[in-house]
Structures are given as C-alpha cells and as structure tokens.
C-alpha cells in the first residue's frame, strides 16, 4: 500500500495517514498480519519527522486497526469482534452521521460527548 501526504490539505498528516491505512484496510489492500513499514522508513519516505508517524501509529494501535509488537513491528489486527452487536450499532452510527452530513471529525466529537 502506498501512503501519500497532500501538505495542501487542512487534515494534520499524522491523520492523513491514519485515514489512508483504515481505507487500505477496509478495501483489503492491507489484511490482517500485514506489517505496515517502520515509523523511521515511512518517514523517510514521506519526508516528515518520525513522530509524525509514530502518533499516527499510535492512532491506529488504539482504535484498534494495528497493533504493535515491539520489534516485531506493526501489524494490521485481525477484525474486532465482528458478532458483537456494538459492530452492527456502530455501522449505523455512521450511516445516520453521514446522511446528516457530519464529517469524522465531528462525529467522533458527538461519540466523545456521549462516552
């Protein structure tokens, strides 16, 4: 999967990044077991500060699309518990945010006022 930054976007890279790895994953171009590169050759790649990446990393680890294991790098997760009935809950939570024309951000603002 190829990542790529628009420094043209509003969208802070570390996001740009996330939302490009929760695509790649939702589309099944990463699948679970992956190894996504190490923060300091994605950096490279991209041209930023490694940090950035790691944050993103970060992101991902904890809304649970990736998991990393020290030296073993960063793995894309197998599917959270795709039966519980939270999955079906949340699938309709963003067909509900979307028809209202929220955006992620705001609607993860709304999960976060009712948390």
Do not use: C
């Not at 930023?48 to 030296?71: D, S």
């Not at 599917?79 to 028809?99: I, K, Q, T, Y």
Request: no cysteine; net charge negative.
């Amino acid at each position: 999967m190829l990542i790529r930054i628009d420094p043209d976007l509003a969208t802070p890279v570390f996001e740009q990044i996330v939302d490009q790895v929760v695509a790649g994953v939702r589309a099944g171009d990463l699948v679970p077991g992956e190894k996504l590169p190490p923060v300091r050759q994605l950096a490279g790649d991209l041209g930023i500060a490694p940090n950035t990446v790691a944050k993103a990393y970060r992101q991902l680890e904890e809304e649970g699309h990736v998991e990393t294991r020290g030296r073993g790098g960063t793995l894309v997760r197998d599917e959270l518990a795709p039966s519980l009935p939270s999955r079906g809950a949340a699938e309709d939570f963003v067909r509900a945010a979307r028809e209202s024309g929220l955006d992620l951000s705001q609607a993860i603002g709304l999960l976060r006022r009712s948390w």
